[in-house]
Nanobody
Framework: QVQLVESGGGLVQAGGSLTLSCAATGIIFRFNAMGWYRQAPGKKQRELVA????????NYGDSVKGRFSISRNNAKNTVYLQMKSLKSEDTGVYYC?????????????WGQGTQVTVSS
């Protein structure tokens, strides 16, 4: 059973930085593309903001490109999200999860997320 534990969120001023971590168990981590998803306040949908393939290729949503950097450590089954030049619109709960080839991750696979609040 997959278990994802996110950490590293907090309150930060606009322009500041944070680094999030996510430890994964219950999956063959090194074979999976992983992503960071963001759920903005009042929104039901989670937005995929950054992905990293099993081979280390990365991709970013337009809203975070140039400011966020995703990385992974397969030996530690951990994926990271380095966030710089934070904006108030980056506020939300951040989750990590696998990035399936088709469709969203399984409903029961989500962790508790980590809250990021950016004050302007």
């Amino acid at each position: 059973q997959v278990q994802l534990v996110e950490s590293g969120g907090g309150l930060v001023q606009a322009g500041g930085s944070l680094t999030l971590s996510c430890a994964a168990t219950g999956i063959i981590f090194r074979f999976n593309a992983m992503g960071w998803y963001r759920q903005a306040p009042g929104k039901k949908q989670r937005e995929l903001v950054a992905t990293i393939t099993s081979g280390g290729s990365t991709n970013y949503g337009d809203s975070v490109k140039g400011r966020f950097s995703i990385s992974r450590n397969n030996a530690k089954n951990t994926v990271y999200l380095q966030m710089k030049s934070l904006k108030s619109e980056d506020t939300g709960v951040y989750y990590c999860n696998v990035v399936p080839i088709t469709g969203p991750p399984a409903v029961g696979s989500w962790g508790q997320g980590t809250q990021v609040t950016v004050s302007s």
